[in-house]
């Protein structure tokens, strides 16, 4: 690992001007903020990261919590630890796909140490962008080596030039609950909506959301809507606890009293660069029962345009499968 210099900051204004205010030559030397820290220690030691500084944010007193409004909405802050957003009684109650989310991610160990912050922007898990001695083209080259290299874990949705897919099991679900982040910087905070928080290659293939150097998020804001107390997720992984999602799923439904849709919302994960929703098969869905012929129609939909690579095309029947598995779980919910 370079040597870098370790800041810790007591308020969100500090922690912004610690990072503002060191300059550096090239992108991989901007400074970063860390929580949990997991993910940004493992690029710092392969040398895909090399920040001049490094602002530790868990000293900021207040950047924490899960707070509910009376009109059920929630704001959890972003030093909130994954295990208390997967064991709070009101997240599992108003918010149980969120819950699970959080349960599905690594070990009880590593969800005592990462924050919802810090796994939002965690950055791909893609073999060629991982490895130092390639220049891929997430890191500066001309070449995105997933496309005609090894392609197993990579994007069948939204891909090009670059093909990674997003990794983070909390975005997925949280797409799939409308929220809205908050980001601080040298201009003051700002909302952004999920949706357009992360970002396609085709967008800029250097990044994965519209963070600007200095910027931090702060919040997570969760609305109070009809859908989100009858939410799942669920991913399939390879081998053991510890592996990220091969594919994920993500639903929300709003039930009339005659069982039929009045709201979904439908969210794929590990298909794509960003969380995938899919709204014509949630307009699938609407002012129809939860039957296996509508499940499975929602499901085809849901992968249509898919277009898989040399040696990922077993994702797309895995991704209806966990389509149909999910809408199935909340029919009876």
Not at 105 to 130: D, E, K, M
Not at 291 to 309: C, S, V
Request: aromatic share 6%.
């Amino acid at each position: 690992m370079k040597a870098f210099e370790w800041s810790s900051a007591s308020t969100v204004d500090q922690a912004v001007k610690l990072l503002a205010e060191v300059s550096v030559d090239d992108d991989i030397e901007t400074p970063r903020p860390m929580s949990g820290g997991q993910d940004l220690l493992t690029t710092m030691k392969e040398r895909i990261l090399t920040p001049k500084r490094v602002v530790n944010l868990k000293t900021i007193q207040g950047l924490d919590g899960i707070d509910f409004a009376q009109d059920g909405s929630v704001k959890i802050g972003a030093l909130t630890k994954l295990h208390e957003i997967e064991t709070d009684p009101r997240i599992i109650k108003n918010f149980p796909g969120l819950s699970e989310a959080a349960h599905s991610i690594a070990t009880v160990q590593l969800r005592n140490q990462g924050t919802i912050g810090g796994n939002l922007c965690q950055r791909p898990r893609c073999w060629y962008f991982r490895l130092p001695h390639i220049v891929c083209l997430k890191k500066g080259g001309d070449t995105c080596y997933s496309e005609k290299g090894e392609n197993k874990y990579n994007a069948i949705l939204g891909g090009g030039p670059s093909f990674i897919v997003h990794p983070s099991d909390l975005a997925t679900m949280l797409s799939a609950l409308d929220a809205t982040i908050t980001i601080t910087g040298p201009k003051g905070p700002r909302d952004v909506p999920i949706g357009q928080f992360f970002i396609l290659p085709s967008v800029n293939p250097s990044y994965e959301n519209v963070l600007q150097d200095a910027e931090i998020v702060t919040q997570i804001q969760i609305p109070a809507t009809a859908f989100a107390s009858r939410s799942t997720y669920l991913k399939f992984k390879e081998r053991s606890s510890l592996d990220f999602a091969m594919v994920a799923a993500a639903a929300a439904v709003d039930l009339a009293p005659d069982q039929t849709v009045r709201q979904a919302r439908i969210v794929l994960g590990a298909v794509a660069p960003i969380p995938w929703r899919v709204p014509k098969a949630e307009a699938a869905l609407i002012g129809k029962p939860l039957t296996d012929a509508n499940i499975r129609a929602a499901a085809e939909i849901a992968l249509e345009g898919a277009k898989p690579l040399e040696k990922n095309g077993y994702k797309v029947p895995l991704a209806k499968t966990l389509v149909r598995r999910v809408l199935t779980t909340l029919k009876s919910a």
